[in-house]
């Protein structure tokens, strides 16, 4: 794929063995997978080629407890960005003013990273710059992928983030950004995983978009693999880290009507990858999504929609929200 996306891969029948290497493992999972619902069918006005979309199954815990106003919270929010700041002096990250109070996810704190940054693309030679993901090393940043007429990943992730962010902060959770478009590059991706790893977060999501060839539609979450290697350890995050995703994954099928990808995962949603710094190096749950795949005519026309970045801001924060309130 033409695309330097952190989160992209150039080799996708490496990633579909991956996906069916997944699927062998989810039958060898943990108890907290054991209860897997059947696959079920629903309509939307939002799903593919006007077919009912694949409800993904939900992992089921011991002990289940409901979350007060998960799903229900639907929040509109205007994004913006203000771009700036000094070169190479990176802004603190942006903490929620609000979320400190009452409400179901008090005392929760989430960490929303949004893709790639606006500016990346007049800083080349900075987000170039090499950086140790534990593994090996990998390029800083990238300038991220964009739809066919110039509407960029960038402008894209900030935009879904900002709305997550109100969905969460309206529920009691405290939302960290890693940054919000106020930065002049960046930042680098082992930083981005530091902000969640110094917010101590409960849950991390990477909002992202995909750069695939036409008629490769649909999303996909990606869950980190276990590695070890220099400042990598992921062992005690890929459980949390899978159920995390599969929660995002479930939610978003029902908000947005979006199917599964039909070019990763065979069909699961669900792509493991230990090539991402911003992943490897997380000491806490996290996970990235590809809301879909800006390059198809299609799924483009959705991810330029205001009304569709609402349902899939829903879907996120709707899936964080079983995750942390189960």
Request: glycine residues 12%.
């Amino acid at each position: 794929m033409p695309y330097d996306s952190e989160s992209s891969n150039p080799d996708s029948r490496a990633r579909r063995v991956r996906g069916r290497a997944l699927v062998a493992l989810a039958a060898l999972a943990p108890t907290t997978l054991a209860g897997w619902l059947v696959w079920q069918a629903m309509s939307s006005p939002g799903s593919q080629d006007n077919k009912p979309p694949k409800v993904l199954p939900l992992p089921s815990r011991s002990a289940p407890s409901a979350l007060p106003g998960a799903g229900t919270a639907t929040v509109t929010v205007t994004a913006s960005s203000t771009p700036g700041g000094a070169p190479g002096s990176p802004s603190a990250p942006a903490a929620s003013k609000n979320g400190s109070g009452a409400g179901p996810l008090a005392g929760k704190t989430v960490v929303i990273d949004p893709g790639h940054n606006p500016n990346n693309f007049r800083h080349a030679q900075e987000i170039n710059e090499p950086v140790d993901i534990g593994t090996n090393k990998k390029e800083c940043d990238t300038t991220g992928t964009d739809t066919n007429d110039g509407y960029t990943e960038a402008e894209f992730t900030l935009d879904v983030s900002h709305r997550i962010r109100a969905i969460l902060e309206k529920q009691g959770a405290k939302v960290v950004f890693t940054h919000d478009g106020d930065r002049t590059f960046g930042p680098c991706v082992d930083e981005r995983a530091r902000i969640g790893n110094q917010a101590k977060a409960d849950a991390v999501v990477s909002v992202h978009a995909d750069g695939a060839d036409e008629g490769q539609r649909g999303f996909h979450v990606i869950l980190p693999a276990k590695v070890k290697g220099g400042a990598a350890d992921t062992a005690p995050i890929v459980g949390p880290s899978r159920e995390l995703g599969v929660r995002i994954a479930g939610k978003f099928v029902q908000d947005t009507g979006m199917n599964a990808s039909n070019y990763v995962g065979d069909g699961t949603a669900l792509d493991t990858r230990s090539d991402l710094g911003g992943l490897n190096l997380s000491k806490v749950p996290k996970v990235f999504i590809e809301c879909g795949n800006m390059r198809d005519s299609r799924d483009s026309a959705l991810l330029k929609s205001a009304a569709w970045h609402q349902k899939a801001a829903q879907g996120i924060a709707d899936g964080i929200m079983a995750f942390l309130g189960g």
